[in-house]
């Protein structure tokens, strides 16, 4: 009996046709150096936290873990691609893409909440929100003055940027191409879920990805999920500000 074969690559307009195993083993590649660089700036300060070392090192740090991801992903693109972010991811705004912020504010302010619902009233103190907004509080409580402000460019814009980029440009992209486009929307949001590394965060973290991702299948590009993302981790500071 043979065994059973994966369906054909499916053609995607002008993307970039990255290889679901290309995809995944670059991203294993930029993920292991940029933690190895991150980890040695993180030593480098002398703290126990990230909170602790304060949002200078927070930055540089993310640097260290962002740079190896961008250019394992922009590498991918000029191999299978034209070389163009535009082109070969959707890197691009439009007006319509606008609706990513009120998406971004409420799987912030609603979804997110609904999801931990349950969990609250089965595990009270594994999913309590001081344990939830932890991180998130000790960032901005350890960021002062100038701090602040460079806290705010990581937080809601490097990251969004950096992580639409990778999880949903290319990883969801290589996916759904490979296979189905709700199994490859879910595997990209397992993905960038899991690479958090904060069990606690993962629920929440894995909805959000769908939502991210759904916004990417509807329109094809990044804008709309990108807005939604920083949309929602502007409002998650925000929360952490008012506390």
């Known amino acids: 009996m043979a065994p059973p074969s994966l369906p054909p690559v499916r053609i995607v307009g002008d993307r970039a046709q990255v290889p679901l195993p290309a995809a995944a083993l670059g991203w294993a590649g930029a993920w292991l150096i940029g933690n190895v660089v991150a980890a040695a ?21 993310s640097l260290g873990l962002w740079v190896p991801m961008v250019v394992m992903a922009v590498g991918l693109g000029r191999k299978y691609g034209r070389g163009d972010l535009v082109a070969d991811y959707g890197v691009s705004l439009r007006p319509v893409d606008l609706v990513g912020i009120p998406v971004g504010v409420l799987t912030q302010l609603v979804l997110v909440p609904l999801v931990y619902l349950p969990l609250r009233h089965f595990w009270p103190a594994t999913f309590s929100s001081d344990r939830l907004e932890e991180r998130a509080r ?44 709700m199994v490859g929307l879910v595997l990209a ?55």
Do not use: K
Request: aromatic content about 8%; charged content about 10%.
């Open 138 to 181: 000790d960032l901005w409580d350890n960021a002062h003055g100038a701090g602040l402000a460079l806290l705010v460019v990581v937080v809601v814009v490097g990251a969004p940027m950096v992580e639409e980029l990778v999880y949903r440009g290319l990883l969801q992209g290589a996916l759904t191409r490979r296979l189905d486009d």
């Open 41 to 61: 700036v993180f030593a480098a300060s002398g703290h126990d936290t990230v909170a602790e070392a304060g949002p200078g090192w927070l930055a540089v740090s």
């Open 189 to 243: 949001a397992l993905w960038f879920a899991g690479i958090h590394l904060q069990p606690v965060e993962f629920p929440g973290l894995f909805v959000v990805g769908l939502v991210l991702g759904a916004c990417m299948w509807r329109t094809g590009r990044l804008g709309m999920p990108l807005l939604a993302h920083v949309a929602f981790n502007a409002t998650g500071l925000a929360l952490a500000a008012g506390r």
